[in-house]
Every structure is written in structure tokens, then in C-alpha cells.
């Protein structure tokens, strides 16, 4: 009498989601009722009475139970993972599969700064909105940690094409212009996406983080870009993450150090700076120069660690070497755009000036002729302002080889525009080079700009600098770079033994 509600509960447990509960109340009602004598149909109803009771009751969605996000309203990661694993259970079935996709918003940081946390978090809500609006019944949109969403992509038939599709639609979902408070915000999305069959295990932990992997990798290729999930940007992430770890290693243990370049007065011979210049003392490969790991450290998303360790190294040696006496006016140090890209940076630098007692005039922060021709962004171009009304000093570095513009020039105040090599190089052997480089540092002349020509190698190169008016020079000619100990002695060794620029002759 019981065997026909027991198996039959057992199964509709299944059916609704609440394995054992109904059974086990059937089953403890239609023992009741044996023992009571009921009879058979009377039983059976009240067998089945549990579980018509538990199905008005409504199921907790996983959404429900895990909680969504109190800024974007959307679901958050555990339902992302849990929606995604309902979608591969049943594994592909005639062609049609899932498929996981991750936006990652451009540039937040500056929504913050510029507009503030709170339109941020809006400009969040809205995005998420705008994401469910554009998905199909059985899609679901997530906020993951930071200013990102991912998409699980209900079964479908996907193949790479599908896929770069709905990508492309949400990407044009979050790039349309929203208005908050009057005011027009334009943002848009790196997207990265990933299919179960380009997987190495068919899970869905691995299928959200491979679509993370494939988003970071768009985002690394510039804004709005799209990847498509692959074993090489699997590779490469490991191989960043090993770089990564090797390079904090360096730089926490004190293998990046500062080496120090000379820039001497192009006509007198007179110490003006040093340039500071990062070296990695590796303990297997001896010295390395800037171009043998600054782009891992770049790609590592660590300028900004560098940078600081730059700025201590700097200041520290330029604070001792006072302490000996020596008269060196200032330190030169280079600045990534990332760097000048930081809200607290002025803050910063006025920190570690006062720290080391050193007037800001004695810091020179040396700014790619790339980065002032960008003329939107607006961070970089208040910093810039704002480290002149600091009072330290602008050097446009590698000039000639970008499009920087008089007005850029003017804006920031530039103290020295650092000629490029490439326009130093053989300059006394080239008649037509001459004219160029006279032209240049006429303009700087009238424009009251001081002048450093990069890469001087020869004394001829020197000579010709001299007379063409180059205020200074710097390159293997004067010293090649130095550690900070050796400075006092090369600065003592010149006294004694500079010479004069060889004779100058006529262009």
C-alpha cells in the first residue's frame, strides 16, 4: 500500500528541488496510517499531502539565498558559478552549448575622480539594467568584484562567431551614452568570453575564470577591445603571474636599484643633474637595463611600485649627497603615464620631498612628449598643473619623436625639452640633421625652454651641440650610468681632470 507514495514522492522530491523532504513526511503519514487501519485511497491522499503542501510554498531562487549586489541589484559571483554549472550539466546536446562572457568597464578609476562614488555606483546599476535588457529569457547577468558583470549564456547553438555576436550587443548595450544628473557619461567595456569546448576541464569554475582570463586580456589591448578565450592567453597570464611575483620579489628585496646618468652644461663642462635611471642587479644575469624587464613590469601592472622605489632612491641619494657637500641642482626621474595617471600622486611626491627636506624645484619629472599630446586626459593634465604650482620642475623627454603641440608645451610649463637620440646621433657628419636641430633649439630659445640633447657619444657630437646653443648634454661622452656611491668620486674625478670642448668649427 505505501510502495506506489513513497516512489512516487521520492521522484517528485526530485522534480521540485527538495530531495527527502516530502519523502520523508509521506513516509511517516502512510506508516500512520497503516497503523491506524485507514484505508488504502484515504492513505494515499494523505501520503501525498506533504508534498502539495511544500509546492505552494515557493523555492528560494540561488540568487535569493546568495544575495545580490546593493549597488548593481544583480546577482553576484556564487550564482554566476551555480547557473553556469546547471547550463553544463546536460552537457552539449546537438550542436548547442553554453558559453560564458565578461565586460569589465574602461577607465572606472577616472568615473570616480571625475564624477564621484556615488554616479559611479549608479552608472553601475544602470549598466547592469541595460545588460538584462539586452539577454534572452534563460540569460543571466552577474556583478563580479570591482567594475565588472559576466554573462552566462543559456545553451545555444555557439560557435565562435555566435559568440563574438553577443559580446558585440553587450558592449553596444553598455557603450550607449547614459545621463545622470545632466550630465552625459560615456563609458564603454572590455569583453572576454569563453566557450566550454576550448576548456581544459568542462566545469564551471574554469569557464568563468577563462572568460575573466580573456577579458583581462582585452582590456591590456586598449578600450572596448574583444577576446575570445584561448591556451596561449592562458599561457601568458601564467607567465605575467611568474614575472610578477619574480619582479615584487626584486623590488621588495632591493635587486631594482636607481643608477644615476650625468647631464653636464653643454659649453662649461658643469654638473646640472642626474638622471635616474632603474637597474635590476639579478642575482643570476648581472645587470639588467630597463629594456630587459620594464615591459614585464608594465604588463605586471607594477610602474606604479617602481615609481616609488624610483622616487626613494632618488630623493635618498640626492639628500646625501648634500651631506657631503656636493652641489648637484637636481634629480631627474621618469614617469609613466599609468604614474601620472594616480589622483594621490601629487600628494605623494610632496610627502617624500618633505620626508627628505629637499625644495620641490630639485625634482624633475621627466614626462614622454606622447603623453602631453594626449589632450584628454584630464587627470594627467591636472597633475601636471598641479606638480608645477608644487614647484618641481617638467622635462618633455625623447622630444622629436612624438606630436607634441606649442600650446601642450605652454600649458604645462615644460622646463627642458630632452632632444631624442636619434636627432643627436651623427649630427656633426649631417648637414640637413644641423639645420633640424638648430631650428628646434631656436624655437626652445625664444620659447624660453631649456634644452638636454639625449645620447651624446662623441666629442664632436659634444662640440657641435655647444655651439648650435644645446644648454646640455648627457650620454657616454660625460659618464655612463652610475650606483649612487660612485657619484662623489666621478664628481671629484672631474674637477681635476675636465677639459674644455674641443675647438669649435664653422657650420
Not at 68 to 91: E, Y
Request: aromatic fraction near 4%; hydrophobic fraction near 45%; include cysteine.
Amino acid at each position: 500500500m505505501t510502495a506506489f507514495p513513497v516512489n512516487a514522492l521520492t521522484r517528485l522530491d526530485r522534480r521540485f528541488g527538495r530531495p527527502g523532504r516530502a519523502s520523508l513526511l509521506g513516509v511517516a503519514t502512510a506508516l500512520l496510517c497503516l497503523w491506524m487501519r485507514v484505508p488504502p485511497f484515504p492513505a494515499l491522499a494523505m501520503s501525498l499531502l506533504p508534498l502539495l503542501t511544500l509546492s505552494f510554498v515557493r523555492r528560494p531562487s540561488p540568487m535569493a539565498e546568495g544575495g545580490s549586489d546593493p549597488v548593481s541589484g544583480a546577482a553576484l559571483r556564487p550564482h554566476m558559478v551555480d547557473v553556469l554549472a546547471g547550463h553544463l550539466d546536460g552537457g552539449p546536446i546537438a550542436g548547442r552549448d553554453c558559453g560564458c562572457v565578461v565586460l569589465g568597464l574602461d577607465d572606472a578609476a577616472t568615473l570616480v575622480t571625475l564624477h564621484g562614488q556615488a554616479v559611479h555606483d549608479r552608472v553601475l546599476r544602470k549598466i547592469a539594467e541595460r545588460l538584462g535588457a539586452a539577454l534572452r529569457e534563460h540569460d543571466v547577468v552577474a556583478r563580479l568584484e570591482g567594475p565588472r558583470f559576466a554573462v552566462a549564456v543559456a545553451p545555444a547553438r555557439m560557435n565562435l562567431e555566435a559568440a563574438i555576436q553577443i559580446a558585440t550587443r553587450l558592449q553596444a548595450a553598455v557603450a550607449e551614452p547614459l545621463s545622470i544628473d545632466a550630465t552625459t557619461i560615456h563609458i564603454s567595456a572590455s569583453a572576454g568570453f569563453a566557450m566550454p569546448s576550448r576548456l581544459p576541464a568542462r566545469d564551471a569554475a574554469t569557464l568563468l575564470a577563462a572568460a575573466e582570463l580573456a577579458q583581462e586580456e582585452a582590456q591590456r589591448h586598449g578600450e572596448g577591445a574583444l577576446r575570445a578565450y584561448s591556451a596561449e592567453i592562458a599561457r601568458g597570464a601564467a607567465d605575467r603571474s611568474a614575472c610578477r611575483t619574480r619582479i615584487e620579489g626584486a623590488l621588495d628585496s632591493g635587486e631594482i636599484v636607481a643608477y644615476f646618468q650625468p647631464q653636464v652644461a653643454a659649453d662649461s663642462g658643469v654638473v646640472t643633474g642626474f638622471e635616474a635611471l632603474a637597474r635590476w642587479l639579478h642575482p643570476d644575469r648581472g645587470i639588467l637595463g630597463p629594456g630587459e624587464f620594464l615591459p614585464a613590469v608594465l604588463a605586471a601592472g607594477l610602474s606604479q611600485r617602481l615609481g616609488d622605489v624610483m622616487i626613494d632612491r632618488s630623493l635618498r641619494a640626492l639628500s646625501e649627497w648634500d651631506r657631503l657637500g656636493l652641489r648637484v641642482p637636481a634629480v631627474s626621474v621618469n614617469f609613466t603615464h599609468d604614474e601620472l595617471r594616480d589622483p594621490g600622486l601629487v600628494t605623494r611626491l610632496r610627502w617624500e620631498l618633505d620626508r627628505f627636506d629637499l625644495a620641490p624645484a630639485r625634482l624633475c619629472i621627466e614626462v614622454l612628449e606622447s603623453v602631453t599630446s594626449t589632450g584628454g586626459d584630464d587627470i594627467v593634465a591636472r597633475n601636471l598643473e598641479a606638480l608645477v604650482r608644487l614647484g618641481c620642475r617638467i622635462d618633455l623627454d625623447d622630444f622629436g619623436t612624438g606630436n607634441a603641440s606649442i600650446a601642450a608645451i605652454r600649458r604645462f610649463r615644460i622646463h627642458r625639452l630632452k632632444i631624442d637620440r636619434s636627432l643627436v646621433s651623427g649630427i656633426d657628419r649631417d648637414a640637413e640633421q644641423q639645420r633640424i636641430l638648430a631650428a628646434v633649439l631656436s624655437m626652445a630659445e625664444r620659447l624660453r625652454i631649456e634644452t638636454v640633447a639625449e645620447g651624446v657619444e662623441s666629442p664632436a657630437e659634444h662640440a657641435l651641440l655647444a655651439q648650435l646653443g644645446c644648454d646640455h648634454v648627457q650620454g657616454f661622452v660625460v659618464a655612463r650610468p652610475m650606483a649612487a656611491p660612485e657619484v662623489p668620486g666621478w664628481i671629484a674625478s672631474r674637477r681635476t681632470n675636465f677639459g674644455a670642448p674641443q675647438t669649435l668649427r664653422k657650420l
